[in-house]
């Protein structure tokens, strides 16, 4: 977090010092308790409130309460959740902002506040907090529709079109048909257009699009679906505005989606590495290359598997197609691996992120993951279970044993993912020694059903007793 602005007053100042340093030592609930009493002193100052729901946020996150608590927050949450509404509709929107506010110190991680929230900001012409506000939904979801769509009209209006491109872009692909969306990029691209064309002193937005070719050029641009002709014809065109302007990163992308588009994924590669030498950090373009390669495989993959099926022993072809996949693997995973970089309080990510460390045999790696992403209480359940047989693959079995046994505490009836879990520590008893243990583990599953794996042949095993 950022020192506080000269600007601020020194009092305050000195709340969102103690605020940081707090927040460095993970010390949430103090933080958010000097975030809270600089916000009350002056409201105005956006940034406090961006922590305040950051703090909010790692707080519920790292400290996850239990499934009563939780539903309990969700409630009381809700109802707060009602009262802003009902503020909000009889023009108090001040007031409906404390409510919501109110409402994310019992449930932070409730989107829909935020957005709420973001709206109403919007409606007060505060757009800087609107757009805190929204990116804070985006920290908590980043596939939340409606945050992604309300920063890609926000951008779009401060005329910083190359983030108000991501955003629209992020969320197309969430939803294709949206006409909000589709909308916003349609506009966008006018807007783009008129940037780079010099247009901006003419005297209406409906007097800058009349030009002939740019209007036409804008007609395909916003095509939802482009013909080769089409593809061809923007390329052409962009090529010739990028002879005037070689490094305008707007257009760049255009050639190297138009390239991608038409199938030239190596022209598409080297412009999208071009837009990255203007901006390293730019996701939109290492995403675009990441997708491309990751196609490339594909293809590669498809054409050795149908060669394989004309050779079915061919050995040279199998290695072929084993190091394509160890490929596609890698690249996978690094960018899942970036991705956890880039978002570490995104617990789905890390699960997901462990699964394939997992997979690859990485086990320690894998059980950080998992120790993390069991701090949402959705996928507690699954973390356990599966932290354990990483424990029981390690050899750590007493270990293992623990991680069921917690796994099973927070479950009722035997349904099939209980029955794995049973199973698993029944196994794991088996190995340590432990016959009598295990055999109890595997009759539970047993009484319920009798078809599960090998547990039949185990029971009639255990009442025959040793063999001689």
């Given at each position: 977090?950022a020192?506080?602005?000269?600007?601020i007053?020194?009092?305050?100042q000195?709340?969102?010092i103690?605020?940081?340093?707090?927040?460095k030592?993970?010390?949430?609930?103090?933080?958010?308790?000097?975030?809270?009493?600089?916000?009350?002193?002056?409201?105005t100052?956006n940034?406090?409130?961006h922590?305040?729901?950051?703090?909010?946020i790692?707080?519920?996150?790292?400290n996850p309460?239990?499934?009563i608590?939780l539903?309990?927050?969700?409630a009381k949450?809700q109802?707060?959740?009602?009262?802003?509404?009902k503020l909000?509709?009889?023009?108090?929107?001040?007031?409906a902002?404390?409510?919501?506010?109110?409402s994310?110190?019992?449930?932070?991680?409730?989107t829909?506040?935020l957005?709420?929230?973001?709206d109403?900001?919007?409606?007060?012409?505060?757009k800087?907090?609107?757009?805190?506000?929204?990116?804070?939904?985006?920290m908590?979801?980043?596939?939340?529709?409606?945050?992604?769509?309300e920063?890609?009209?926000l951008f779009?209006?401060?005329?910083?079109?190359?983030?108000?491109?991501?955003?629209?872009s992020?969320?197309?692909?969430?939803n294709?048909t949206?006409?909000?969306?589709?909308?916003g990029l349609?506009?966008?691209?006018?807007?783009?257009t008129?940037?780079?064309?010099g247009?901006?002193?003419?005297?209406?937005f409906r007097?800058k699009?009349?030009?002939?070719?740019k209007?036409?050029e804008?007609?395909?641009?916003t095509r939802?679906s482009k013909?080769?002709?089409?593809?061809?014809?923007?390329i052409?065109?962009?090529?010739?505005?990028?002879?005037s302007?070689?490094?305008?990163v707007?257009?760049?992308?255009?050639l190297a989606?138009?390239y991608?588009?038409?199938g030239f994924?190596?022209?598409?590669i080297?412009?999208y590495?071009?837009?990255?030498?203007?901006?390293?950090?730019n996701?939109?373009?290492?995403?675009?290359?990441?997708?491309i390669?990751?196609?490339?495989?594909?293809v590669?993959?498809?054409?050795?598997?149908e060669?394989?099926?004309?050779?079915?022993?061919?050995?040279?072809?199998?290695?072929?197609?084993?190091?394509?996949?160890?490929?596609?693997n890698?690249?996978?995973?690094?960018?899942?691996?970036?991705?956890?970089?880039?978002?570490p309080?995104?617990?789905?990510?890390?699960f997901?992120?462990?699964?394939?460390?997992?997979?690859k045999?990485?086990?320690?790696e894998?059980?950080?993951?998992?120790?993390e992403?069991?701090?949402?209480p959705?996928?507690r359940?699954?973390?356990?279970?599966?932290?354990?047989e990483?424990f029981?693959?390690?050899g750590?079995?007493?270990?293992?044993v623990?991680?069921?046994?917690?796994a099973?505490?927070?479950t009722?009836?035997?349904?099939?993912?209980?029955k794995m879990?049973?199973?698993?520590?029944?196994?794991?008893?088996?190995?340590m020694g432990?016959?009598?243990?295990?055999v109890?583990?595997?009759?539970?599953?047993?009484?319920?059903?009798i078809?599960?794996k090998?547990?039949a042949?185990?029971?009639?095993?255990a009442?025959?007793?040793?063999?001689?």
């Amino acid at each position: 977090m950022a020192d506080a602005p000269k600007e601020i007053p020194q009092e305050i100042q000195a709340y969102l010092i103690k605020a940081e340093g707090a927040f460095k030592k993970h010390n949430y609930d103090y933080a958010i308790e000097l975030y809270s009493n600089a916000l009350e002193s002056d409201k105005t100052i956006n940034k406090i409130r961006h922590y305040l729901h950051i703090s909010k946020i790692k707080n519920n996150r790292e400290n996850p309460p239990s499934f009563i608590v939780l539903g309990l927050h969700k409630a009381k949450g809700q109802a707060i959740a009602l009262n802003a509404k009902k503020l909000a509709s009889q023009d108090k929107i001040n007031e409906a902002i404390d409510e919501y506010e109110k409402s994310l110190s019992v449930n932070p991680l409730n989107t829909k506040t935020l957005c709420h929230m973001g709206d109403l900001f919007d409606q007060l012409d505060n757009k800087e907090a609107a757009i805190m506000t929204f990116q804070d939904a985006l920290m908590v979801n980043p596939n939340e529709l409606n945050a992604l769509k309300e920063l890609g009209r926000l951008f779009k209006e401060k005329e910083e079109f190359d983030k108000a491109r991501q955003y629209y872009s992020h969320a197309q692909k969430l939803n294709p048909t949206d006409a909000d969306i589709l909308q916003g990029l349609k506009d966008l691209s006018a807007l783009q257009t008129i940037d780079r064309g010099g247009w901006q002193d003419q005297d209406t937005f409906r007097d800058k699009i009349l030009d002939k070719e740019k209007a036409s050029e804008l007609e395909i641009e916003t095509r939802a679906s482009k013909s080769a002709e089409d593809i061809e014809y923007l390329i052409n065109s962009i090529k010739k505005n990028l002879a005037s302007d070689p490094e305008n990163v707007n257009l760049l992308f255009k050639l190297a989606d138009s390239y991608k588009a038409k199938g030239f994924l190596a022209e598409a590669i080297e412009i999208y590495s071009q837009i990255l030498k203007l901006k390293p950090e730019n996701e939109v373009a290492l995403r675009n290359i990441e997708d491309i390669n990751i196609k490339s495989l594909e293809v590669d993959l498809n054409k050795l598997k149908e060669s394989l099926k004309i050779d079915p022993e061919n050995t040279q072809i199998k290695q072929k197609i084993q190091e394509v996949e160890n490929k596609q693997n890698q690249i996978h995973c690094e960018r899942i691996k970036n991705q956890v970089a880039k978002l570490p309080n995104d617990l789905a990510l890390r699960f997901k992120y462990g699964m394939l460390l997992k997979q690859k045999g990485m086990l320690d790696e894998a059980i950080s993951q998992f120790q993390e992403a069991i701090k949402d209480p959705s996928r507690r359940l699954d973390g356990l279970n599966i932290i354990g047989e990483c424990f029981k693959d390690k050899g750590l079995l007493d270990l293992a044993v623990t991680q069921f046994k917690k796994a099973l505490s927070l479950t009722g009836e035997v349904n099939e993912k209980t029955k794995m879990i049973i199973y698993n520590l029944g196994t794991a008893y088996e190995k340590m020694g432990k016959s009598q243990e295990a055999v109890e583990e595997f009759k539970k599953i047993y009484e319920v059903d009798i078809s599960y794996k090998d547990v039949a042949k185990k029971i009639e095993q255990a009442y025959q007793g040793p063999k001689d």
